[in-house]
Each structure stands twice: as structure tokens, then as C-alpha cells.
Nanobody, 123 residues
Framework: VQLQASGGGLVQAGGSLRLSCAAS????????MGWFRQPPGKDREFVAA?????RTTLYADSVKGRFTISRDNALYLRMNSLKPEDTAVYYC????????????????????WGQGTQVTVSS
């Protein structure tokens, strides 16, 4: 599974961005999917996850109410009301759906990763 994240950029605080993650060489239908981010000088952290059916979603408290994860043949992250602390490299990841509707938040639980896209929020 090869994942390609895109859609990052520079935005002012309060602005919005939409990240996308596409797969090549396979379908994502057998995978729960997640977004993670790595702020400068910090560890990778969970942002949001969605089950393979899209019935179940999970969000980090820091983004709840501002970010929306969705999927069709690709994965998306709609980010509204962006804050400077959202500045990070954002990664998409795929977790083979061993258990239906059980989405996970630990990076170690994910099998495949995209290359990351930079999001910078200026104050």
C-alpha cells in the first residue's frame, strides 16, 4: 500500500485547509484510516481516525469540533479554525481492519504511512 498525502500549505490563523490522501496500487476499503501529525521538535501524535465503513470516527480532543475526517476512495481531513499550534507535518496512515469499527489512535497500530504534507498556520 502506497499512500500519498497532499493539500498542505501556509494559512493564517482561523483559516481552513483540506488534506487528501490517495492510495496507489491497491484499494483502501479493507483499511481503517487515520491522520497523524508531528509538530516541530515533538513526537508524532494522533489527529483523527475513521473506520473502513466510515460509520465510526475518532478525534483527538485538541481538534474535536474543528477537524472532520471523511473518506470515499480516498481519505480527507477538513481543517477549520486553524491555530498556530496546528502547525505540523501531517501524515495519513492505514490500519488493516482486523476488527470491524474499532479505530485506533496509536501510531504503532498502523501498517502503512504516507510521506507527509506540511501545514503551517501563521498567527
Amino acid at each position: 500500500v502506497q499512500l500519498q498525502a497532499s493539500g498542505g500549505g501556509l494559512v493564517q490563523a482561523g483559516g481552513s485547509l483540506r488534506l487528501s490522501c490517495a492510495a496507489s496500487g491497491c484499494t483502501l476499503r479493507d483499511y481503517h484510516m487515520g491522520w497523524f501529525r508531528q509538530p516541530p521538535g515533538k513526537d508524532r501524535e494522533f489527529v483523527a481516525a475513521i473506520s473502513r465503513t466510515a460509520r465510526t470516527t475518532l478525534y483527538a480532543d485538541s481538534v474535536k469540533g474543528r477537524f472532520t475526517i471523511s473518506r470515499d476512495n480516498a481519505l480527507y481531513l477538513r481543517m477549520n479554525s486553524l491555530k498556530p499550534e496546528d502547525t505540523a507535518v501531517y501524515y495519513c496512515a492505514a490500519d488493516f481492519a482486523r476488527m470491524a469499527e474499532v479505530v485506533r489512535s496509536r501510531p504503532a497500530d498502523y501498517d502503512y504511512w504516507g510521506q507527509g504534507t506540511q501545514v503551517t498556520v501563521s498567527s
